[in-house]
């Protein structure tokens, strides 16, 4: 049973930072894809960052230069280091897993006040 399990949400002021973790099992984790993606109130889930089997990132404009995604093959984690936050990142942050199929943690809350 595949699980991904994602903890480090909270508050925290405009300017601040907070990392997200995202434990995974049920999976080979190292020859997963790993990315973070996040859903604002009233708004569509949006892709925001992501890390290839091999090493290789990518991320949203809107995170760029302040979000950092990193993985731990050997925990089968993933983290998102999130800098300079502002109150337009407030949302729920999902860890998404992708080789063959596309599998989904339940999200962790992230909230940044104007």
């Known amino acids: 049973q595949v699980q991904l399990v994602e903890s480090g949400g909270g508050l925290v002021q405009p300017g601040g930072s907070l990392r997200l973790s995202c434990a995974a099992s049920g999976i080979s984790f190292s020859m997963y894809a790993m990315g973070w993606y996040r859903q604002a109130p009233g708004k569509e889930r949006e892709w925001v960052a992501r890390?290839?089997?091999?090493?290789?990132?990518n991320y949203a404009d809107s995170v760029k230069g302040r979000f950092t995604i990193s993985r731990d093959n050997a925990k089968n984690t993933v983290y998102l280091q999130m800098n300079s936050l502002k109150h337009e990142d407030t949302a729920v942050y999902y860890c998404?897993?992708?080789?063959?199929?596309?599998?989904w943690g339940k999200g962790t809350l992230v909230t940044v006040p104007p």
């Open positions: 890390m290839s089997s091999g090493g290789i990132t």
């Open positions: 998404n897993a992708q080789r063959f199929k596309n599998y």
